[in-house]
């Protein structure tokens, strides 16, 4: 075993490819600094009790089953796909370009008389979730070839398969390629896992639940920003009236007599909204901040 995956330490995987950016950046705002660098595999955390090492996220329910790693991000697609004996300490929602789940779907051309999956019926489907796929046209009693794709899957219809499964966040790829959604097949979002032997080990336990807390808190984060006011106790009424708070707004009295402060978490999205009815309520010294973890 390298040296540099110290079994004192916890040893923990990080996603390379399509989710490597998305993941730096989420750590980030959890609190962790992680240098990456183009010619190691090795990424660099300011945690001395954490050591890092990125493998692609369709490998990473092995590695951590068998305990070369103790915990790893990867997807739900590929613990499934890997039928992995992991532990899931948290679902992280979140991909390569927004804080939302991703589907695998089944998608044929345009043009295809297909409309269900019983339709494919004796037929060629590509795919990189071969074994999802296939336990799921079993279930359905729909016998058909699944072949393994290595990538470009949306240009093998109709001449190499006549359909595939394939992930999708937007569709677009999908709809650029002139094919057309049948169903989803999976449902699929980050997660946190771990090796069942690593939980055993209180320390990795403790820096595992540490480290799934404050994840799931920036994703909490993620699309809200704080909002800070100082209003007359006499026309506080109408500034909650105004303020959709995460739960309740945090109210203060300040030094001067009959004066409170008010603290709330609101989407961002609103903001525009809210500020004029905040500023029409009596509301003064408003402040906008933005967040980087929410803790519930």
């Not at 490597?20 to 750590?27: D, I, R």
């Not at 955390?45 to 954490?50: A, F, Q, R, Y």
């Not at 109408?238 to 708070?245: I, K, S």
């Amino acid at each position: 075993m390298s040296a540099r995956l110290a079994p004192d330490k916890l040893r923990l995987g990080l996603p390379k490819g399509s989710l490597q950016e998305a993941t730096v950046q989420l750590l980030q705002r959890a609190g962790y600094n992680v240098q990456v660098s183009s010619r190691s595999y090795f990424p660099v955390m300011d945690d001395p009790g954490i050591v890092c090492m990125l493998i692609r996220a369709q490998e990473m329910a092995r590695y951590v089953q068998d305990g070369i790693l103790d915990a790893g991000i990867t997807g739900k697609d590929w613990v499934l796909e890997q039928t992995a004996n992991v532990a899931v300490i948290a679902d992280l929602v979140y991909a390569k370009q927004s804080f939302a789940p991703v589907r695998w779907v089944l998608a044929v051309p345009e043009a295809s008389p297909v409309q269900r999956a019983e339709d494919l019926e004796g037929q060629v489907i590509a795919t990189e979730l071969v074994g999802v796929t296939r336990r799921w046209l079993a279930a359905r009693g729909v016998r058909a070839t699944v072949e393994f794709s290595w990538g470009a899957t949306e240009v093998k219809p109709p001449v190499l398969a006549d359909a595939i499964v394939e992930v999708t966040e937007t569709g677009s790829s999908l709809r650029a390629n002139q094919l057309r959604i049948v169903e989803t097949v999976l449902e699929s979002n980050s997660q946190l896992i771990a090796c069942p032997r690593a939980i055993q080990d209180p320390a990795k336990a403790a820096a595992i639940e540490r480290l799934a807390m404050l994840l799931g808190a920036a994703i909490a984060a993620h699309g809200k920003v704080g909002l800070m006011l100082n209003i007359e106790q006499s026309r506080l009424a109408g500034v909650l009236e105004a303020l959709p708070a995460l739960r309740r707004p945090t109210i203060a009295h300040l030094s001067e007599p009959g004066w409170v402060a008010v603290n709330s978490v609101v989407a961002e999205a609103q903001v525009r909204e809210i500020l004029p009815r905040l500023k029409a309520a009596g509301a003064e010294g408003i402040v906008e901040y933005p967040l980087n973890k929410v803790l519930a």
